[in-house]
C-alpha cells in the first residue's frame, strides 16, 4: 500500500499540532497549577489532553515507521541498515543535544544557588518539580534511552520516547524476521531480540506500557493490512463507539481522565480512542501554523519540559505568581521555546547530514539516502 501526499500532509499537520497540545499542557501544568491547583477542572482537563495527545503520538509512529519499513522491503528483503541509521539520525542527535542542554540548566541552578536545581519558599500548594537531581548511573541509563525516575525527573516527557524507541527496535527485528535470506537459526535470534525490545520498553513502566505498545502496533496493523479495507475498519470505528459508550456507561466520564486511577478501564479507553484517530489523522487537519511547527515538534517535544521548569526557577526568584503575571510569563516561554526548538531542529533534525556521517565513520555502509 503507499499513502497518498495529502494523507501524509496531514499527519504532518497533527505532529505539529500534538506536540504544541503537550507543549502547552505542561506550561500549564508548570506555571498554572501552582494558582489553581492540581485537581481543579482546569488541571484535570489539560492532563487529559496531554495523556490523550501522547496516544495520538503512538498511533502516528506506529504508522510512520511501519511504512518506512515496508519501504525499505524490496523482494521479500529487509533493508535494516538504512532502517537502523534513519532511527539513529532522526532521534539521537537531538535527543543528546536537548539531554546536555537539561544537565546544563540543573548546573548552572546548582552553581548559582548552591542546590541541585531546587525551588524554596515560595508558599505554593503545588509545583511541578520542586527539585531536580540527575545521578550518574541515571544519566547513563538515559544516554541508553532506558527509562529511570532521575531522566524523567529532570525531563519529564522523556518516558514515552524510552518506549517509542525500543517498539522501531522491535519492529526491526520482527521485519527481519519475515525477510529473505536468514536461515532458521537467525530467525529465532530476532524473534528473541523482538521480546527483548519489547520487555526493555517496559522497564520502570510495567503494565502501564502494554496499551502504548498494543496503540503503536495497531497503527502498524493498519499500515499493512487494514489500509486498504475500508469496510473492515469502519467496523472497527463503529465497534470501538459503542466499547467506549459501554465504559462510560460503567465508568463514568472519569474514564476519559488519565487522573481517573481507573487503570485497565482507562487503557482499554486509550485504544479505543485510537482506532478513532487513525481515521481522523488520515483525512482531517487544519493549515498553517502547526504545518510550521511540524518540522520541529520533536525537539519542541523534548526540550520544552527542562526550559519550562528553569525559566520558572528563575522567574519565581523575583516575582509573585499572579493571573497578569503568569500570563505575561506564559506568552514569553511560549515563544522562547519555539524559538530555540526551531534552531535546535535546524542543526540536530537534519538528517542527510548525520546519514552521511554515519555511513562515512561507521561500518554500516548505506547509500543513497
Not at 520516547?161 to 519492529?171: G, K, N, P, T
Not at 536468514?182 to 520498553?201: A, R, T
Not at 526551531?342 to 547509500?367: G, H, P, Q, S, Y
Amino acid at each position: 500500500m503507499k499513502f497518498t501526499e495529502d494523507e501524509l500532509n496531514n499527519l504532518e499537520w497533527w505532529r505539529g499540532f500534538l506536540s504544541f497540545l503537550v507543549f502547552i499542557a505542561h506550561v500549564a501544568q508548570i506555571i498554572w497549577f501552582p494558582l489553581y491547583g492540581n485537581n481543579s477542572l482546569f488541571a484535570i482537563t489539560m492532563s487529559g489532553l496531554a495523556n490523550i495527545a501522547v496516544v495520538f503520538f503512538f498511533v502516528i509512529s506506529g504508522v510512520l515507521i511501519i511504512f518506512s519499513a515496508q519501504k525499505l522491503t524490496l523482494n521479500g528483503v529487509f533493508d535494516w541498515k538504512k532502517f537502523l541509521i534513519n532511527r539513529i539520525t532522526r532521534i539521537f542527535p537531538s535527543y543528546y543535544a536537548v539531554l546536555g542542554l537539561s544537565l546544563v540548566f540543573v548546573f548552572s541552578h546548582f552553581f548559582i544557588n548552591g542546590n541541585s536545581f531546587q525551588i524554596q519558599n515560595i508558599g505554593l500548594d503545588y509545583i511541578a518539580r520542586e527539585n531536580i537531581s540527575v545521578s550518574i548511573y541515571d544519566f547513563f541509563k538515559g544516554i541508553l534511552l532506558i527509562n529511570n525516575s532521575g531522566i524523567t525527573n529532570l525531563n519529564g516527557p522523556l518516558w514515552s520516547l524510552f518506549i517509542e524507541w525500543w517498539l522501531y527496535m522491535s519492529a526491526m527485528f520482527l521485519f527481519l524476521i519475515f525477510s529473505k535470506g536468514f536461515n532458521w537459526f537467525s530467525k529465532l535470534l530476532f524473534l528473541l531480540l523482538f521480546c527483548f525490545s519489547l520487555f526493555i520498553s517496559t522497564i520502570g513502566f510495567g503494565k502501564i506500557a502494554i496499551p502504548y505498545i498494543v496503540i503503536w502496533y495497531f497503527g502498524g496493523v493498519y499500515t499493512l493490512f487494514l489500509y486498504n479495507r475500508r469496510k473492515l475498519f469502519f467496523l472497527l470505528i463503529a465497534l470501538s463507539l459503542i466499547l467506549q459508550v459501554f465504559l462510560i456507561k460503567v465508568y463514568g466520564l472519569g474514564v476519559v481522565s488519565v487522573r481517573s486511577g481507573l487503570g485497565l478501564g482507562y487503557s482499554i479507553f486509550q485504544m479505543l480512542v485510537s482506532v478513532i484517530f487513525i481515521y481522523l489523522s488520515f483525512n482531517f487537519s487544519g493549515k498553517h501554523i502547526f504545518k510550521r511547527i511540524a518540522p520541529f515538534s520533536y525537539t519542541l517535544y523534548i526540550l520544552h519540559f527542562p526550559l519550562t521548569m528553569f525559566c520558572f526557577a528563575i522567574f519565581i526568584k523575583y516575582f509573585m505568581i499572579t493571573n497578569l503575571s503568569a500570563i505575561i510569563f506564559t506568552i514569553l516561554v511560549i515563544f522562547f521555546n519555539l524559538i530555540l526548538a526551531n534552531k535546535i531542529a535546524t542543526i540536530f533534525e537534519d538528517k542527510v547530514k548525520f546519514r552521511k556521517f554515519v555511513d562515512k565513520f561507521i561500518f554500516l555502509k548505506v547509500k543513497h539516502y
